[in-house]
């Protein structure tokens, strides 16, 4: 590396630091100022002066994000369903006996109704027929496939197109002041990891989701790794506090989510000493995206809005506080084909 | 930030890049020279060269290590295994039953060979009755204040100062070439992330192990994790690799480890793509360690050391590869307090 390399990169390491010790206003251009954007800049501000009083170290500062609802969408279900429909009918030719036996038939007949009024049992008969029985690897593949093409019933897009730009921002903000970013998801970790580092920046280290068990065995003279039809740990509610205590084993300094589900998530790191950050993303605009709280089967967000409001964690109205909501529309892109 | 500080900053940050891109030689000083410590060199050199036919992007450059044997001695027995029984005799008086019941009357009158003779379940039973039925912050104060203070029987010493000083200049000089090391042990994954970033700079969420349930619960208002009585992970041998895949979500390229329970972690790593090593460290020097291997209860390598020879791993004769053994030696400490 000659003189003139190291300069440049000294440069470029200067303006980094510079940058990401900034208040974060440019960082976060597509949110509209308001009390949510000025919570995050205050509270990423207080935890990165050196010498500051609520001061926090790198190494601590860790941010916990639920992802369906709050990182993309999840209506008018959960993506990682959807999948799990399209699974249904991709894999019926090869099960005859589907077009007779519910929970397969209302799946291949397209009866939403039906499927989401099951017994959770029928739910999970589902996923473990389209999650299970194969490798890690093939199922990687699988998912990668189908979301390089599979579309939103309602957007047209590819569901990797509808992850929400200001929170896209405010991950890479976080990073630029020395926050390790995580995924904390109700979701399968298999199925978000196929994508978390591409689209959220986020690696498969730091993505902590529900899982079914995996057994180690031999194919073919090579080892691999075989998911079972079995229930490993479901990431929801309270679970999301004890499996971010056995993954990561610090408490969070920040947390965010958008439904009941990410509650004591938010109180567990919220109850942490010194400077703590909570915040739910709430579905307010029916027209950009949807509007859904209280009532609502996905993402029902009504016991934590109340305690979001007794304890004065930040609320963020998507009306309102988000200038643009998907990632396609903040990046400037047209290249819908719808 | 003046200009003299960033022409520091800058020189220091030099200075790491062309330490971590240079060869491993002065980084490893307590290897001596033979085929262990030229292999890892020219491991390192290969995976870090950029363009190189084996170059590795330093985001895949995983390296997993067992704890117990490999990173820190483990005769005469675990020691988490000690840290149990110390704590059945701290806590005996609130129980006056164990003086009658077993496995507990062996460990309070120090009958280790029936302890360990006795049932799987005995142990079990040793190891719920001091490591659960209080909060996971409770626990870690209870292994950092018996890490600060025990001795091992035989050496007198602090258990954290029997850790291998030529391991640690392996992780440093991994690290130092953009790895992320990670340590994967049948070990109990709360009690090793005690002390695992102080000793060995590996951050407690690159630490996975062996766990029990923990549940989340309110106590005098305050939410808490309690550890429960009840198995969820044991990660040794077929569930090293499991764990891996769960924890990480990427294969490693490098595996370390001492012991049978390692084989899998070993199998798994080096059956990937590319470049890829693993090594089973040995232990042969019964004058400054202990000698043990194909016969031994504790840490037993007879499949693994048969699987090494056909596939051409690196096996570590501690003997003969190691100029000094425990980290007290090589940082040239003489306070051992015996």
Redesign the interface.
């Known amino acids: ?1 000659g003189v003139k390399q ?1 300069r440049a ?2 440069t470029i ?2 303006l980094l ?1 510079f940058t990401g010790n900034a208040a974060g206003d440019d960082q976060l251009s597509s949110w509209n100022d308001g009390p949510s954007k000025q919570a995050i800049n205050e509270f990423v501000a207080q935890v990165s002066a050196p010498g500051g009083p609520n001061y926090v170290p790198p ?1 601590e500062r860790i941010a916990v994000f639920d992802n369906d609802g709050t990182l993309w969408a999840e209506q008018p279900l959960y993506f990682q369903l959807i999948f799990a429909l399209d699974r249904i009918k991709a894999l019926a030719p090869e099960h005859p006996e589907w077009k007779n036996t519910q929970p397969f038939k209302a799946a291949l007949e397209n009866d939403l109704n039906a499927v989401l009024s099951g017994s959770e049992h029928a739910l999970l008969e589902l996923i473990m027929a389209t999650h299970a029985g194969i490798t ?1 690897n093939e199922f990687s593949t699988i998912v990668n496939d189908w979301l390089g093409t599979a579309r939103h019933p309602t957007t047209g897009r590819l569901y990797t197109d509808m992850v929400y730009q200001p929170m896209l921002e405010l991950l890479a903000y976080l990073r630029a002041n020395d926050f ?1 970013t995580y995924i904390t998801s109700g979701g399968g ?2 199925f978000i ?1 196929v994508f978390a580092e591409e689209v959220y920046g986020i ?3 730091q ?1 902590i989701g529900s ?1 079914i068990k ?3 065995a031999y194919r073919d003279g ?2 691999v ?1 075989i998911r079972l039809p079995e229930l ?1 740990f479901i990431d929801d509610k ?2 999301k ?2 499996a971010i ?6 408490r969070p300094i920040a947390a965010f989510g958008n439904s009941d589900g990410d509650l ?1 998530m938010l ?2 790191t919220c ?1 942490g000493d010194g400077t703590r950050f909570c915040l739910y993303v709430r579905h307010t605009d029916a027209e950009r995206e949807w509007a859904y709280d209280r009532e609502s089967h996905i993402g029902r967000l009504d016991k934590g809005i109340d305690q979001a409001q007794t304890d004065g964690w930040t609320v963020v109205d998507m009306k309102s506080d988000w200038a643009v909501i998907f990632s396609i529309e903040g990046n400037g892109r047209n290249d819908l084909k719808l």
Do not use: C, F
């Open positions: 590396m190291v990169s000294i390491a200067a630091v190494a890690v390790k970790v298999e990891r690696p498969p280290e993505v899982s995996t057994q180690y090579d080892p790794l490993n309270a679970g506090p004890v205590n056995h993954h990561i084993g610090r004591q109180q567990w109850a």
